[in-house]
T-cell receptor
Framework: DAKTTQPPSMDCAEGRAANLPCNHSTISGNEYVYWYRQIHSQGPQYIIHGLKNNETNEMASLIITEDRKSSTLILPHATLRDTAVYYCIVRVSGTYKYIFGTGTRLKVLA | SQTIHQWPATLVQPVGSPLSLECTVEGTSNPNLYWYRQAAGRGLQLLFYSVGIGQISSEVPQNLSASRPQDRQFILSSKKLLLSDSGFYLC???????????FGPGTRLLVL
């Protein structure tokens, strides 16, 4: 499975967009990009996933580059409750195995 | 809608004591179930995976075992805890093997 690389930490002002990058340069054609977040002492929460096309839901947008070697999770209007560790994961289609890294610790500042 | 429960929420156990953590899922049938462990400041490590009653796959050889006595119940056990078993244990479920996994609230285990 492809490995992912994320910055260890980021700050974002409340009300501004938070853009969280992820590199997955060894991703294969059938590997999906998933994003989860984990608020302190809670289980990871699913945010969004995609294969090739950009995706948007009520929580966030996922932008995947054309070569699929990197992606960006966008929280359009960050709030204090978005402070969490954000994990970017790749998973082979049809398999159960997620490989979690150490993620990006996002701090939203008032 | 589907919900996943784990208990206890926190547990402090002495070294050498047994362990039983329980996970149950509501609102779905025949889910795929998973046990993960998260050490402090680290990512999640998959421990066990189950596609059905009595069917368990182990990902990492260790001091722990898992069982699935009922369709929506997944249990993590140990006969004798080690200090290194301390961590945050998470249960997750998915509809099928290749689908999105949804995590429970977790159990924080401290072995002293």
């Amino acid at each position: 499975d492809a490995k992912t690389t994320q910055p260890p930490s980021m700050d974002c002002a409340e009300g501004r967009a938070a853009n969280l990058p992820c590199n997955h340069s060894t991703i294969s054609g059938n590997e999906y990009v998933y994003w989860y977040r984990q608020i302190h002492s809670q289980g990871p929460q699913y945010i969004i996933h995609g294969l090739k096309n950009n995706e948007t839901n009520e929580m966030a947008s996922l932008i995947i580059t054309e070569d699929r070697k990197s992606s960006t999770l966008i929280l359009p209007h960050a709030t204090l409750r978005d402070t969490a560790v954000y994990y970017c994961i790749v998973r082979v289609s049809g398999t159960y195995k997620y490989i979690f890294g150490t993620g990006t610790r996002l701090k939203v500042l008032a | 809608s589907q919900t996943i429960h784990q208990w206890p929420a926190t547990l402090v156990q002495p070294v050498g004591s047994p362990l039983s953590l329980e996970c149950t899922v509501e609102g779905t049938s025949n889910p795929n179930l998973y046990w993960y462990r998260q050490a402090a400041g680290r990512g999640l490590q998959l421990l066990f995976y189950s596609v059905g009653i009595g069917q368990i796959s182990s990902e990492v050889p260790q001091n722990l075992s898992a069982s699935r006595p009922q369709d929506r119940q997944f249990i993590l056990s140990s006969k004798k805890l080690l200090l290194s078993d301390s961590g945050f244990y998470l249960c997750a479920w998915s509809v099928n093997r290749g689908e999105t996994q949804y995590f429970g609230p977790g159990t924080r285990l401290l072995v002293l």
